[in-house]
């Protein structure tokens, strides 16, 4: 467990204009291992790693947003890696380069799930028009939301043109992975209803297309009634796009059937959005939520960074839960101890040139 940790510290050790000038140069080249160490930058939380990520992305911008991005959710042990392995092979057959980030929000599928995907997707792996990277465990939602989206940037600029992105479809983080992809694919296996497979109905609500898996051997009955009964579920539920009518079909990622036609069903959605503008409206949607979710979190960092807060947060959430005071009233004082701190903090900072804590600004 430890060697690899130690090998990420090295790689990332060198000084940053250097390794923020080569790893430009390397990742533009299509570098994989760029790639993955500057993926391994915009995962960490050292401050000083932020920076540098956020220089890199910057710089990057130009060359990204012309890849087809794709979120790939569905209940565990739907099919979604096999899927995506069978998926990425067709699309390199057709031309394209594929990157897949398996997004993992949930610790408690630790290194081994994801060891088990990376075999699932063995030969797409060592495919050369490959990327795959699977993400760490995440603390926050907002968390798997940033680093994801910046992934996504960093492989588009590394000239990936289809950026598939893997979770699992039981909690909120498909809610933000499907704000952050062009087109949302629900995997699902051929048993059962929502309830059944454990997924929520919101999710259901964000799908583009919904495949069911597993049409194969003795499931295969079973899943084309499955399909039928999503085919017509779909009759009552909003679709997300006037112009799209959202297909639900069957495959076997196992046997490989029906996977070439997710590919048309990618260029037909791509094709019908892009027409009426939807496609551009949707990232620039998508681009002002992302604003406003950094803006939001950061803000929240800040707030409980802030050593009046800090004192007295315990406190005073203590006083709300016992029902003595409310939410109300205790979330404004802390608001107000907040911006004074914040007020009075810069003055002297300023003056000084000193941080916070007193080192050398
Ligand atoms: N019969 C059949 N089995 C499949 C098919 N696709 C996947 N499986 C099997 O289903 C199991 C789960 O497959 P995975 O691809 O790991 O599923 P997943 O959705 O990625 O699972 P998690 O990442 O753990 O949520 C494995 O045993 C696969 O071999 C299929 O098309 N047909
Ligand atoms: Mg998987």
């Known amino acids: 467990m430890r060697a690899p940790q130690a090998r990420r510290r090295v790689l990332l050790?060198?000084?940053?204009?250097?390794?923020?000038?080569?790893?430009?140069?390397?990742?533009?080249?299509?570098?994989?291992?760029?790639?993955?160490?500057?993926?391994t930058l915009v995962e960490s939380s050292r401050p000083d790693h932020r920076g540098e990520a956020e220089r890199i992305i910057e710089a990057l911008l130009p060359e990204t947003g012309?890849?087809?991005?794709?979120?790939?959710?569905?209940?565990?042990?739907?099919?979604?890696?096999?899927?995506?392995?069978?998926?990425?092979?067709?699309?390199?057959?057709?031309?394209?380069r594929i990157a897949v980030l398996a997004v993992d929000p949930a610790s408690k599928r630790g290194g081994g799930a994801i060891l088990g995907d990376k075999t699932r997707m063995a030969e797409l792996a060592r495919a050369?028009?490959?990327?795959?990277?699977?993400?760490?465990?995440?603390?926050?939602?907002?968390?798997?939301?940033?680093?994801?989206?910046?992934?996504?940037l960093l492989c588009e600029a590394a000239g990936f043109d289809a950026i598939l992105v893997e979770t699992v479809g039981v909690g909120q983080a498909e809610t933000a992975v499907a704000e952050l992809v062009d087109m949302?694919?629900?995997?699902?296996?051929?048993?059962?209803?929502?309830?059944?497979?454990?997924?929520k109905r919101g999710i259901v609500e964000l799908a583009d297309l919904i495949l069911v898996n597993k049409a194969d051997g003795e499931l295969a009955a079973a899943?084309?009634?499955?399909?039928?009964?999503?085919?017509?579920?779909?009759?009552?539920?909003?679709?997300?796009?006037?112009?799209?009518?959202?297909?639900v079909r069957a495959v076997?990622?196992?046997?490989?059937?029906?996977?070439?036609?997710?590919?048309?069903?990618?260029?037909?959605?791509?094709?019908?959005?892009?027409?009426?503008?939807?496609?551009?409206?949707?990232?620039?949607?998508?681009?002002?939520?992302a604003l406003w979710s950094?803006?939001?979190?950061?803000?929240?960092?800040?707030?409980?960074?802030?050593p009046g807060v800090a004192q007295h947060?315990?406190?005073?959430?203590?006083?709300?839960?016992?029902?003595?005071?409310?939410?109300?009233?205790?979330?404004?004082?802390?608001?107000?101890?907040?911006?004074?701190?914040?007020?009075?903090?810069s003055v002297p900072r300023r003056r000084t040139g000193l941080t916070k804590r007193g080192r050398k600004a």
């Open 13 to 39: 050790s060198c000084p940053d204009g250097v390794t923020g000038a080569a790893l430009l140069q390397a990742l533009r080249r299509g570098d994989r291992r760029a790639l993955a160490r500057a993926i």
């Open 66 to 96: 012309k890849a087809v991005r794709i979120g790939i959710s569905g209940p565990p042990g739907a099919g979604k890696s096999t899927f995506i392995e069978r998926f990425g092979l067709a699309g390199i057959a057709l031309g394209r």
């Open 128 to 152: 050369p028009e490959a990327f795959i990277r699977p993400s760490s465990a995440g603390d926050t939602p907002g968390g798997v939301a940033r680093r994801t989206r910046e992934a996504i």
């Open 184 to 199: 949302f694919v629900l995997i699902l296996s051929p048993a059962g209803g929502d309830e059944l497979q454990g997924i």
């Open 223 to 247: 899943a084309q009634r499955t399909v039928a009964d999503y085919a017509s579920a779909m009759g009552l539920i909003r679709p997300p796009y006037p112009e799209w009518q959202v297909p």
């Open 252 to 289: 076997s990622a196992l046997e490989g059937t029906g996977i070439r036609e997710v590919w048309e069903d990618v260029n037909r959605f791509h094709n019908a959005l892009e027409h009426t503008g939807a496609w551009t409206r949707r990232r620039t949607e998508q681009a002002r939520a």
């Open 294 to 306: 950094e803006i939001g979190d950061s803000l929240l960092d800040h707030f409980r960074a802030a």
């Open 313 to 345: 947060l315990a406190a005073v959430e203590e006083e709300v839960m016992a029902g003595t005071r409310t939410p109300t009233a205790a979330a404004r004082e802390l608001l107000m101890l907040f911006v004074r701190e914040a007020c009075e903090g």
